[in-house]
């Protein structure tokens, strides 16, 4: 053996080991190299005392120690390296990642930027409350659409639809002779963000909203999002708190200033930099969603199967009074939600198990509840007359119910072997361009066809 | 290895060897700056072979050190050599040796002073067993 080919062949080895070395998370990059050195010299040493090099290798490794102990000896010194860290991390600050948080900051900025734009042109948050409610999307959801566009390097045309989609939205939310307090003016507003929504996922899949992967990431993505939005709207909340507390006690009002320039800017500029966060985590610490949906899975099921059960027992009617259904539909929506998080995070080849009997029980419950408040309301809906929100209200409630009922066949066929998950994958990632569809629905057909109420 | 030393191979038990790594390193490292594999070799030398670490355990304990203040450490890299971490002992690493070895002392005084009176002359070994009476057993 020639001196070159064993001398690659040691650093071969070393390279493997100390590949399973950086494998520990206890132990750093720095300590991989220390403990390298060591190794490299006791390796040197014995093939000193006449060792061959591989036997001096293998010895050296071994007294090493090996890697379990020595990653837990580690771990004990540095307990905090246990913990992510995730914005503050000294390595892995790749060129990459600081163009990205550059990125998504001057989209931040962006966002709350274009928020106080239309002030220059005389449109005052004071003033034009409603221009403000209406088009609130079409500040940070474009950017949020051009952060995905530039990260996933989206082809021109893709980009040039998406912007179509949006300049048709800005549209249809400003052109029609609405009354600003009417229902209908504000039921565009409420939908007009879920329509918008079914945008961002198609630059989020980018090209890959095709594939139920593509979408279902989309979905994990989304309740992530949600989860960071609101910790940091938290946040948000306990520094104005203390700006408005702090400055009053020197006699100056800031309530102005909050209410026009942090609040509002702040959450436009935290929907890009939440994205930005769960983008950047995503691989590195444990979804967020899937953990809160297997804590509230068996409460909600206990929940409505004790609120069967008490319906039964009293034999009282329920009694639904005109805004009634909306608690139903919020209870699908939880319902939606609690089912797509646990299907999210599951392994679709695993077995069923105990927790899908549960999601079972939780689906049924939640049918057989809405089935009882839809047949109470279904005589009634003629003697009150159908209104914009009621026609709104009984469209989700279907729309979900339909979602709600095929899954739950779904399930049945899986829990008695006789589908697969994917086939319930498939169904909730192909139901979304649904809620998309129904949302564009209100926001465009509506008002017209409730003339302009 | 021992055996040709005429000395019976020890076993030195784990919390004796945790307690034991703060004054031995700290020792070594008065003696000069040091890195980790000869700080290591220096151990096995002093100790005629009787202590030997587990090598990487070292480096979780060196990082302890780091961490209290008593060492210092820094990167070279000699010419045409690998980059080498090496450890410098400070001032309160000093006050740390200083107040260890006066433990240490302690502790073996009063071990001397009481296995003088039950370990028989000549041999190593306590003799445990010796004062028991015999049918005890």
């Known amino acids: ?22 494998r520990r998370q206890a132990i750093h990059a720095v300590d991989v190299a220390e403990l390298e050195d060591h190794l490299r010299e006791q390796v040197a040493g014995l093939v ?8 001096a290798f293998l010895i050296a490794v071994k007294r090493m120690g090996d890697l379990d102990s020595l990653s837990r000896e580690f771990a004990r010194e540095h307990s905090e390296r246990l913990w992510k860290q995730l914005v503050a991390s000294p390595e892995g600050v790749t060129t990459v990642t600081r163009q990205e948080s550059v990125v998504a ?9 274009a928020l106080k734009l239309p002030a220059l042109f005389g449109i005052t948050m004071e003033e034009h ?4 409610l209406r088009n609130a999307p079409f500040f940070s959801l474009p950017m949020l659409t051009g952060y995905f566009a530039w990260k ?11 912007a179509l989609a949006f300049v048709c939205a800005a549209v249809f939310a400003n052109v029609y002779p609405v009354r600003e307090t009417g229902s209908t003016a504000i039921l565009a507003f409420v939908h007009l963000p879920v329509a918008l929504w079914l945008v961002v996922g198609i630059a989020y899949a980018g090209g890959r909203w095709s594939q139920v992967a593509g979408r279902m990431d989309f979905i994990r993505f989304s309740g992530e999002l949600f ?3 609101a910790l940091i709207a938290m946040g948000g909340g306990v520094l104005a708190a203390f700006l408005a507390m702090i ?18 800017c702040g959450a436009a500029g935290a929907v890009v930099i939440a994205s930005w966060l769960v983008e950047a985590k995503q691989s590195v610490i444990e979804n967020m969603a899937p953990v809160l949906t297997r804590l509230f899975t068996p409460l909600f099921a206990a929940v409505l199967v004790t609120f069967l059960g008490a319906l039964l027992w009293t034999g009282n009617g329920v009694n639904i009074e005109r805004d009634m259904l909306i608690a139903f539909d919020a209870l699908l929506v939880v319902v939606l939600a609690l089912v797509l998080y646990s299907i999210s995070a599951r392994d679709s080849t695993a077995p069923a198990g105990g927790f899908d009997v549960l999601q079972v029980v939780l689906l049924v419950c939640a049918l057989l509840a809405d089935a009882v408040a839809l047949w109470a309301i279904a005589g009634r809906i003629s003697e009150w007359g159908l209104t914009p929100n009621r026609v709104a209200v009984l469209g989700i409630n279907l729309i979900l119910l339909v979602n709600l009922a095929w899954s ?5 066929r899986f829990l008695r072997h006789r589908g697969s998950f994917t086939a319930l994958e498939r169904w909730q990632t192909g139901y979304l361009p649904v809620y998309a569809a129904w949302a564009a629905l209100v926001v465009i057909v509506f008002p017209p066809l409730f003339g302009f109420a | 290895m021992n055996e040709s030393l005429g000395e019976p191979d020890v076993e030195i038990n784990k919390d004796l060897m945790a307690a034991s790594s703060t004054p031995i390193v700290l020792s070594i490292l008065a003696e000069g700056d040091s890195y980790g594999y000869a700080i290591l070799k220096r151990v096995k030398e002093l100790s005629g072979g009787q202590i030997e670490w587990t090598d990487g355990m070292l480096y979780p304990v060196l990082h302890r050190l780091e961490r209290l203040g008593h060492v210092e450490a820094r990167w070279e890299v000699p010419e045409g050599g690998r980059r080498r971490k090496y450890y410098q002992v400070t001032t309160r690493g000093r006050a740390q040796l200083a107040e260890e070895h006066r433990q240490w002392r302690a502790v073996d005084a009063t071990l001397r002073g009481i296995w003088q009176s039950v370990v028989t002359a000549g041999s190593s070994v306590p003799v445990a067993n010796g004062p028991l009476p015999q049918g005890a057993w």
């Open chain 1, 48 to 55: 000193e005392a006449g060792l061959a090099q591989d036997e």
């Open chain 1, 105 to 113: 900051w001057a989209l931040a900025f962006g966002a709350a930027l």
């Open chain 1, 1 to 22: 053996m020639s001196v070159p080919t064993s001398h690659s062949s040691l650093d071969e080895q070393v390279a493997l080991w100390r590949q399973f070395l950086s």
């Open chain 1, 227 to 229: 989860i960071y939005f």
């Open chain 1, 129 to 132: 409350e409603h221009f403000y």
């Open chain 1, 408 to 412: 739950t066949v779904l399930y049945f």
């Open chain 1, 152 to 162: 996933r390097r989206l082809a021109p045309a893709t980009v040039r639809w998406l």
């Open chain 1, 247 to 264: 400055f009053e006690s020197i006699g100056i009002k800031v309530e102005a200033f909050l209410g026009t320039w942090l609040i509002p």
